[in-house]
């Protein structure tokens, strides 16, 4: 795992394997950024014509290697493109996050780093050191090969002396998110022959144990004693039975409570409703929204945030056998309404229903339910955006501002009564699938019938974003993102400082 910290001195001065500076893209080329002048100034006036020169424009995601010269003691010089300034002439936090991702992608395989990016304060040090610890990330888990070039070892971000206090206590709170964010990735990364139901309750028992929180698992028989029919109805077809687990922070400042609820189909077949060829190969990603949860919870107790949290994962395995749930059949859920089932592939939310209707008992101020839950929304949006759904404008709205300053790309999206109609059974109170045009907001007003009355609720559709099956980018890895994390720790954040 790569390690980061802050140091107060001239980047130049630093022995290193590699000193990474930024470029912005200005109209006639790329013009070297703040935070590196030193190194700069080590070229003698030449290191915009020489980048010039290599083809570089200042984009965001350019990384061009030149020799260090006389005067730095790094070996190589790194610059990243940052994309062009604001209108104020200033460098964003997500364009610094950017940067940073691709600078340390770019430096697998070397020791230290001195990272010379423009770091003003502590929100500019966190917003580089999330992005180049989420860059460095690396799921070498089942790689044996000797031609894998590991992760950087260490990063150094330098700043100047009287900023340092400042930038190590942003760079800190960037630390914390982004190593349970990987922690996120991991278990999204991990195949299901490892993660089901019962391995990945104990990773959550072990997490809460190491971090003082609270967790209570519900294994299958209580399940059955608790009458969690949406929960058990999708578990039923797999020789792993489900679990439902609840891990808890609580900070004794708090006055807002916050539960969160995420899906966790370690595997998703589509059960007897089979998905068709082509679409099973990445369902180990099934269990992001849970995933997701666990680190929003982990990183608020981390950062001592002054809320309530509770997490709610339901974690089910839907496979298809002679004791998998059919077509037709009709489940109770959790607090006694009935369902009819007439799509086996759409389960994830029946396992959420389960799951609000036991996070609402408790009373929370909010809930947030998280899941890759529907192709259609991915069709919709596409892969890199997620969408926010609720029956509460604001809310929906202050998620969705809440997504955009953590750095995460969201969209509101609508919820058509009219849609509810798509949902009725002739034998049940509900179908859990309607019609396919609008299916992705269909789901949304499922799920909403399942929200306690008078409790604000926002529904999270990270099929997009949640599993990377394209090239890595910025600090985006291929496979498992982390969507939604940001998002959830940003959120707390701001119930912590003001009311829901």
Wanted: with cysteine; glycine share 14%; aromatic share 4%.
């Amino acid at each position: 795992m790569t390690e980061l910290r802050v140091v107060g001195a001239d980047a130049s001065a630093l022995p290193a394997d590699c000193v990474v500076i930024g470029a912005v893209r200005g109209p006639d080329g790329p013009v070297p950024a703040p935070g590196g002048a030193a190194v700069e100034a080590a070229f003698c006036g030449e290191l915009a014509s020489m980048l010039g020169d290599l083809g570089m424009t200042g984009a965001e995601g350019e990384v061009v290697a030149l020799p260090a010269p006389a005067g730095c003691a790094a070996r190589v010089v790194r610059v990243v493109g940052l994309g062009p300034a604001g209108s104020d002439g200033l460098v964003g936090a997500e364009a610094l996050r950017r940067a940073a991702g691709a600078a340390a992608r770019a430096l697998a395989g070397t020791g230290t780093a001195v990272l010379a990016l423009p770091v003003d304060g502590a929100t500019q040090a966190e917003a580089v050191a999330l992005g180049a610890l989420l860059g460095a990330y690396d799921f070498g888990v089942y790689r044996t090969g000797r031609e894998h070039r590991p992760p950087v070892r260490e990063l150094v971000l330098a700043v100047p002396a009287d900023r340092q206090a400042r930038a190590a206590a942003g760079a800190q709170r960037g630390t914390v998110i982004a190593q349970e964010l990987n922690r996120c990735r991991d278990l999204v990364n991990t195949p299901a022959n490892d993660l089901y139901p019962e391995s990945f309750a104990g990773i959550v028992e072990k997490v809460g144990a190491e971090h003082g929180l609270a967790v209570q698992v519900l294994d299958e028989p209580a399940l059955a004693a608790g009458g969690f029919g949406g929960i058990l109805g999708v578990g039923q077809g797999s020789a792993r039975p489900p679990r439902l687990v609840r891990i808890a922070y609580e900070h004794p400042a708090a006055t807002v409570t916050l539960a969160l609820v995420g899906k966790g189909i370690t595997y998703d077949s589509g059960g007897i409703s089979l998905k068709p060829v082509g679409f099973n190969e990445i369902m180990k990603r099934d269990m992001s929204g849970a995933a997701a949860v666990l680190a929003a919870v982990v990183a608020a107790a981390r950062l001592g945030l002054p809320v309530n949290i509770t997490g709610w994962l339901a974690m089910a395995e839907n496979m298809p056998s002679g004791s998998a749930l059919r077509p037709g059949d009709v489940l109770r859920m959790y607090g006694g309404r009935t369902v009819e089932v007439v799509n086996t592939d759409a389960e994830g939310r029946l396992v959420l229903a389960d799951a609000l209707v036991r996070a609402g008992e408790e009373r929370p101020d909010a809930i947030v339910d998280v899941a890759t839950l529907t192709g259609a929304m991915r069709i919709a949006l596409g892969n890199r955006l997620f969408a926010v759904l609720s029956d509460d404008d604001a809310f929906r709205d202050r998620v969705v501002a809440a997504a955009r300053a953590g750095g995460e790309q969201a969209w509101p999206m609508p919820l058509p009564p009219e849609l509810l109609d798509g949902l009725r059974s002739q034998v049940a109170d509900l179908a859990n699938s309607g019609e396919r045009m609008g299916g992705g907001l269909a789901a949304g007003l499922f799920l909403k019938e399942f929200v306690p009355a008078g409790t604000r609720w926002a529904h999270l559709d990270i099929a997009g974003p949640a599993f990377n099956e394209g090239a890595a980018h910025g600090y985006t890895p291929a496979g498992g993102t982390g969507a939604a994390v940001r998002t959830l720790v940003q959120l707390a954040r701001e119930l912590a400082e003001g009311s829901v």
